[in-house]
């Protein structure tokens, strides 16, 4: 079983960085593939960001391309995704999720933990 909890949302203006975390728990976490999907209101949950277990590779939408990256720190169990240019499109809940092994997919239903989310919204 993870547990993951995100943090670092807020409300900031167009053109602004944010950085997100998302700390997990448990033992094996450099095993997992790690994801970030985001909920607009009135949306579906959409795939934004993936690395793998080593970091090593990534996988991302055409929507963040050149703005947003992934990162981890397999030894403080904890991924993070640098946003910047922030547009107000980019407005969502942000959640974070895992899946054992490392193949790099965007699929919500590929993924079997997810996190709270937290709150990102960008005014122009």
């Known amino acids: 079983q993870v547990q993951l909890v995100e943090s670092g949302g807020g409300l900031v203006q167009a053109g602004a960085s944010l950085r997100l975390s998302c700390a997990a728990s448990g033992r094996t976490f450099s095993s997992y593939t790690m994801a970030w999907f985001r909920q607009a209101p009135g949306k579906e949950r959409e795939f934004v960001f993936a690395?793998?277990?080593?970091?090593?590779?990534?996988l991302y939408a055409a929507s963040v391309k050149g703005r947003f990256t992934i990162s981890r720190d397999n030894a403080k169990n904890t991924v993070y995704l640098q946003m910047n240019s922030l547009k107000p499109e980019d407005t969502a809940v942000y959640y974070c999720a895992a899946k054992p092994a490392w193949n790099l997919v965007s699929g919500t239903k590929e993924y079997d933990y997810w996190g709270q989310g937290t709150q990102v919204t960008v005014s122009s």
């Open positions: 690395i793998s277990g080593s970091g090593g590779a990534t």
